[in-house]
């Protein structure tokens, strides 16, 4: 289970399963528990946690990560994409795949 992500060089994500993370500069730090996949697009990392959570973060200074929105999803989350206005979290469940409209990434909704 991924432990931190650190932002490396700009956009750049790296996801450590230790807290120690080899051979990169870390920029900034932003500590989420059971982060399972990372997406970044324009300046925001988008975030799948195990404990049932989407995150958004402003990355757009990778030296001061901003968390922006966290929400509940009704299922295991196991992987994200994102796809313009869209995240698309692919979930251990009946459900399958939660579609979240992130036009507004620091208020995300079930897209209906």
């Given at each position: 289970m991924l432990r931190?992500?650190?932002l490396v060089a700009?956009?750049?994500?790296?996801m450590s399963a230790s807290a120690q993370v080899c051979?990169?500069?870390e920029l900034g730090r932003v500590?989420?528990?059971?982060?399972?996949?990372?997406?970044v697009a324009d300046g925001t990392a988008f975030l799948a946690s195990s404990a049932g959570q989407f995150l958004t973060c402003d990355v757009s200074d990778p030296v001061h990560p901003l968390p922006m929105a966290t929400m509940t999803v009704p299922e295991l989350a196991l992987?994200?994409?994102?796809h313009g206005d869209t995240a698309y979290l692919a979930c251990g469940g009946?459900?399958?795949?939660e579609i979240i409209d992130v036009r507004?990434?620091?208020a995300p909704v079930y897209h209906q």
């Amino acid at each position: 289970m991924l432990r931190s992500i650190t932002l490396v060089a700009g956009l750049a994500v790296t996801m450590s399963a230790s807290a120690q993370v080899c051979n990169t500069l870390e920029l900034g730090r932003v500590d989420v528990p059971g982060v399972v996949s990372v997406r970044v697009a324009d300046g925001t990392a988008f975030l799948a946690s195990s404990a049932g959570q989407f995150l958004t973060c402003d990355v757009s200074d990778p030296v001061h990560p901003l968390p922006m929105a966290t929400m509940t999803v009704p299922e295991l989350a196991l992987s994200i994409a994102v796809h313009g206005d869209t995240a698309y979290l692919a979930c251990g469940g009946p459900g399958g795949i939660e579609i979240i409209d992130v036009r507004a990434p620091w208020a995300p909704v079930y897209h209906q």
